[in-house]
């Protein structure tokens, strides 16, 4: 069963903080449509950039969502990451920062 960095079991119905990196750039003003994540652009070495989203998804069929509007954009994804199962709040307060 798959486990998060903190080692608690991750449930499809449960909400959870992720991380998605794309290749390719995506604007801050897309954030809306991958439900609410945060945008953050960032150049390789060899100039190319990389986007990561990072934010709650409330769960499993909302990170389909995300997923299936980057491969719509034809984005390729590289990563897609879930850095803790966590509360609301704790989620808010993280990207707050």
Same mark, same amino acid.
């Given at each position: 069963?798959?486990?998060?960095?903190?080692?608690?079991? $991750?449930?499809?119905?449960?909400?959870?903080?992720?991380?998605?990196?794309?290749?390719?750039?995506?604007?801050?003003?897309?954030?809306?449509?991958?439900?609410?994540?945060?945008?953050?652009?960032?150049?390789?070495?060899?100039?190319?950039?990389?986007?990561?989203?990072?934010?709650?998804?409330?769960?499993?069929?909302?990170?389909?969502?995300?997923?299936?509007? $980057?491969?719509?954009?034809? $984005?390729?994804?590289? $990563?897609?990451?879930?850095?803790?199962?966590?509360?609301?709040?704790?989620?808010?307060?993280?990207?707050?920062?």
């Amino acid at each position: 069963m798959p486990t998060t960095k903190d080692n608690q079991y $991750l449930q499809p119905w449960s909400q959870a903080l992720y991380r998605i990196q794309i290749e390719g750039l995506l604007e801050d003003s897309w954030s809306d449509r991958f439900a609410g994540m945060r945008v953050k652009t960032r150049k390789r070495a060899d100039q190319s950039v990389v986007t990561d989203l990072t934010g709650p998804v409330i769960d499993q069929a909302e990170l389909l969502g995300v997923l299936n509007g $980057l491969a719509e954009l034809h $984005l390729p994804i590289l $990563l897609v990451e879930c850095i803790s199962r966590t509360k609301t709040e704790e989620v808010t307060n993280r990207n707050s920062v």
